[in-house]
């Protein structure tokens, strides 16, 4: 759906770079290469995440991908870097997909460890879900998260997100629980 037929402001595409206090939400560019690595291949930060360590021509071949890639393009996963407003180095990305029907926005997101705790992320993903307030037709952003994952469902529910549902799960070859959060569009 075109920002024209929604009434929306922008696209996404076009309100990046967005720079808040401390983080700088922006696109992945293969001069990341390093410092996205440094996070993606470290096993904590993976621990819950639905994607895998890659080698470093996968994660090179990803980054140009994600460079270029569509945004918000319904059913389809793309990712944002989330950097320091400062230095502009990568210190995560949030992942996002339109629902095939565009009532929806699923987030995700990685952080370096050295930087977790530090309310980045929170700072990141809030820049985030205001600009998809403002350049998608979504009623809703989603967010799905291990329930082991503490700093995952402190950071949800920092931002306003309630939990409607648990589900037991598979999540490489282990069973585990989902809560599953939502943060409606503001009135």
């Known amino acids: ?33 390093a410092d996205f690595q440094a996070y993606r291949q470290d096993p ?52 996002l997909c339109l629902a095939a029907d565009s009532a929806s926005v699923e987030i995700g997101f990685s952080l370096h460890a050295a930087r977790q ?14 600009l998809l307030w403002a350049c998608s037709p979504a009623a809703d952003v989603r967010g799905i998260t291990d329930a082991r994952n503490l700093g995952s469902i402190r950071l949800l529910e920092r931002l306003g997100f309630a939990r409607v549902d648990s589900q037991a799960a598979v999540f490489r070859g282990e069973a585990c629980v989902e809560h599953h959060y939502r943060l409606p569009r503001p009135a």
């Not at 759906?1 to 696109?27: C, H, I, K």
């Not at 389809?76 to 407003?85: P, Y």
């Not at 993903?125 to 205001?130: D, H």
């Open 1 to 33: 759906m075109a920002v024209a037929e929604t009434g929306m402001s922008a696209s996404l595409e076009d309100a990046l770079p967005q720079r808040s206090a401390r983080v700088l939400l922006r696109r992945l560019r293969a001069g990341d290469l």
């Open 44 to 95: 904590q930060v993976g621990l819950y995440q639905g994607w895998q360590a890659q080698s470093d021509a996968q994660a090179l071949a990803f980054l140009q991908e994600m460079a270029s890639a569509p945004l918000l393009q319904p059913g389809a996963w793309c990712q944002l870097g989330l950097a320091e407003t400062g230095s502009d180095r990568l210190i995560g990305d949030i992942g």
């Open 117 to 130: 705790g530090q309310g980045l992320a929170a700072e990141g993903v809030g820049a985030l879900i205001a």
